[in-house]
């Protein structure tokens, strides 16, 4: 079983949302306090392979640091970044999007912001700012599942 997965962070490094896609549970995330080890490692049951976008930089290293967990030393890892500049798609997730045409509502919403947007809502309880933090992981999740799909169909560049 295959499983998307894309975590938010705040400024001090601290995951502050944890988004997972499979097909036989839909999506999961986890916010704030309900991110711990054991909430992890049960979304994860049954899941074999973990595809991410950077994730072999980025998400896999920052779950060990914080919460202790070697996702490495259970699951296979598959990075859909390595998968794009083989098709010579490069950038970040939202560039490669715009190039393949993958939608996506919370435009203009980048790894940044989505660290303000936690900050305002931890400092001042905006629910607005929560909201879209939440749709931005939701959307980055699904659309690694659309990306996935269209890689296959793509020839690798010589």
């Given at each position: ?15 502050t949302v944890f988004g ?114 939440l749709e931005y992981n ?21």
């Amino acid at each position: 079983m295959k499983a998307y997965l894309d975590i938010e962070t705040s400024f001090l490094g601290d995951i502050t949302v944890f988004g997972l896609y499979a097909e036989d549970r839909g999506f999961v995330q986890l916010v704030g306090g309900g991110i711990s080890d054991v909430a992890v490692w049960e979304s994860l049951e049954g899941i074999q392979v973990i595809c991410t976008y950077n994730g072999s930089r980025f998400d896999i290293p920052v779950i060990r640091r914080r919460l202790g967990l070697d996702l490495r030393s259970s699951f296979t890892s598959h990075d859909l970044m390595y998968d794009c500049w083989k098709r010579r798609l490069y950038g970040g997730l939202k560039r490669v999007e715009e190039q393949l045409d993958i939608q996506r509502r919370t435009r203009g919403i980048d790894g940044m912001e989505a660290m303000r947007l936690w900050h305002r809502y931890e400092t001042t309880q905006d629910r607005e700012a929560f909201m879209a933090l939440l749709e931005y992981n939701r959307e980055d999740v699904l659309n690694l599942e659309t990306l996935d799909r269209i890689l296959q169909g793509m020839t690798p560049c010589a």
